[in-house]
């Protein structure tokens, strides 16, 4: 299993707007995407700072949909809400429980 996490800032009075374009948007449009296998959304209200993790069933996939183009046109969708560049990290997922 891989996972994609994106850090990202947002406004502090648009964080409400983000958790809700994440449900909407994001999340359905995984769903339609070969290998994703779930998605968790972290976030420090007081610190405007998030992580939305997306998992999937290999590295390969992962990068699939970037190919696709599906990640960008997801994190285009939140650029106005940020206050700084998001940071795109994947990681292999060596336990889960």
């Known amino acids: 299993m891989y996972a994609r ?3 990202v800032q947002v406004k502090p009075d648009r964080i409400d707007e983000a958790i809700k374009l994440y449900k909407k948007s ?31 069933r290999s590295e390969k996939l992962a990068l699939a949909n970037e190919e696709n183009l599906y990640y ?8 106005d809400l940020f206050s700084g560049p998001p940071i795109k990290e994947g990681y292999e997922v060596v336990l889960h429980l």
């Open 5 to 7: 996490l994106t850090l």
């Open 72 to 79: 960008q046109e997801q994190l285009v969708k939140f650029l």
């Open 26 to 56: 994001v999340i359905p449009a995984a769903k339609k995407q070969k290998g994703f296998m779930g998605a968790y959304l972290l976030l420090d209200r007081q610190a405007g700072k998030g992580i939305p993790i997306t998992f999937w």
